[in-house]
């Protein structure tokens, strides 16, 4: 299975700051990597697909990258209701693997 | 509106079997593949697998492949989770999600609201 090691596992940011969060695939999984955000009791919602294509509706703060097998994302100007915790997802190969996630708290 | 609701989650003895259904509404549900994923209490993703439009493709993570069958009635826009040999690792919410697809390579675009299924005695 190809692993995805996601970090950090939580970080703390301010109103109005910019945050990044890493995937390191174990092998290359050539772009095809999702990013989700979950909020407590909710269900994910897609956010980034192959890698850096923002999903309809998504604001534009929310942007994807990769360098080789690193995959980020990066949250400009953070809001209030950016608190929540972000998957990655590589669906280039079977089984389809998640990161273990990241819990970004507001300050 | 794409719409995605489970059922059939609750409490299960361990050993015991349980079907879960998700009925689809909002989109043409024949031209999307389908699939599963669950989370167990304060835990990460788990893909649990897929099945194509015609379910002449099932793909499965390969730990649950024996106690897991995914299928779907396209008739009646609903998905379906068949588990067997309950245990208490398979706690958790069961979300159901469709799967868009882009340049051959599926990931699930809209996600159910969930359902818990609690194994214990």
């Known amino acids: 299975d190809i692993q995805m090691t996601q970090s950090p596992a939580s970080l703390s940011a301010s109103l109005g700051e910019t945050v990044t969060i890493e995937c390191l695939a174990s092998?290359?999984?050539?772009?095809?990597l999702a990013w989700y955000q979950q909020k407590p009791g909710k269900s994910p919602q897609l956010l980034i697909y192959?890698?850096?294509s923002l999903q309809d509706g998504v604001p534009s703060r929310f942007s994807g990258s990769e360098s080789g097998t690193q995959y980020s994302l990066e949250i400009n100007s953070l809001q209030s209701e950016d608190a929540a915790t972000y998957f990655c997802?590589?669906?280039?190969?079977?089984?389809?693997?998640f990161g273990a996630g990241t819990k970004l708290e507001l300050k | 509106e794409v719409k995605l609701v489970e059922s059939g989650g609750g409490l299960v003895q361990p050993g015991r079997s349980l079907k879960l259904s998700c009925a689809a509404s909002g989109f043409s549900f024949n031209d999307y593949w389908m699939g599963w994923v669950r989370q167990a209490p304060g835990k990460g993703l788990e893909w649990i697998g897929e099945?194509?439009?015609?379910?002449?493709?099932?793909n499965y993570t390969p730990s649950l492949k024996d106690k897991f069958t995914i299928s779907r009635d396209n008739a009646q826009n609903t998905l379906y989770l068949q588990m067997s040999k309950l245990g208490s690792e398979d706690t958790a919410i069961y979300y159901c999600a469709r799967s868009d697809t882009y340049y051959g390579y599926n990931y699930p675009d809209y996600w159910g609201q969930g359902v818990m299924v609690t194994v214990s005695s």
């Open positions: 092998e290359d999984i050539y772009s095809n």
């Open positions: 099945i194509n439009q015609d379910s002449s493709t099932i």
């Open positions: 997802q590589q669906h280039h190969d079977y089984p389809n693997t």
């Open positions: 192959d890698a850096s």
